[in-house]
């Protein structure tokens, strides 16, 4: 069982993520180490050439990367990306685009992730992505 469900990831997004909130960006489904998210496709979305653009990608694979992380640990808000790396395969469809997340390593200080998205229309790969995440050491009261 996750350690946060959709519902309290999306209040995240909500309350404190206003710029993946207002492009309804959406988590989907989540399990231990695996995370689905959404990022509806909009026409402020593209880039010149009509192709949905890079910096909206990164920020849906940084998000899905978060929501698996925050899957494996709970609402530690303070974990951060150390490390992003994103590849660009193809130009999507002007259509939603879909984010799979998936945990590679899990340690106590650092989580390594990757995320797959792709088009709604289509199961091709627009675009891979690989994180690292910093974990916060825990805090003793």
């Known amino acids: 069982m996750p ?7 999306n209040h995240i997004l909500e309350t ?3 710029w993946a909130s207002d492009l309804g960006m959406r988590l989907e489904s989540i399990e231990p180490g695996l995370a689905i998210m959404r990022l ?3 026409q402020n979305s593209t880039r010149p050439g009509g192709t949905i653009s890079g910096p909206h990608m990164m920020m849906l694979a940084d998000a899905c990367m978060y929501a698996v992380v925050l ?3 709970g609402q530690v ?3 951060v990306t150390t490390n992003f ?3 660009f395969l193809r130009k999507p469809a002007a259509t939603d685009l879909i984010a799979e997340g998936k945990i590679i390593k899990m340690g106590k200080r650092l989580a390594i992730m990757e995320v797959s998205i792709h088009a709604e229309s289509n ?3 627009v675009a891979h992505a690989t994180g ?3 974990i916060p050491p825990e805090i003793e009261t």
């Open 3 to 9: 350690k946060i469900t959709c519902q309290e990831f």
């Open 16 to 18: 404190e993520m206003a």
């Open 40 to 42: 509806p496709y909009h």
């Open 71 to 73: 899957g494996m640990i």
């Open 77 to 79: 808000k303070l974990a």
């Open 85 to 87: 790396n994103i590849n």
């Open 123 to 125: 199961d091709k790969l």
């Open 132 to 134: 690292t995440y910093s």
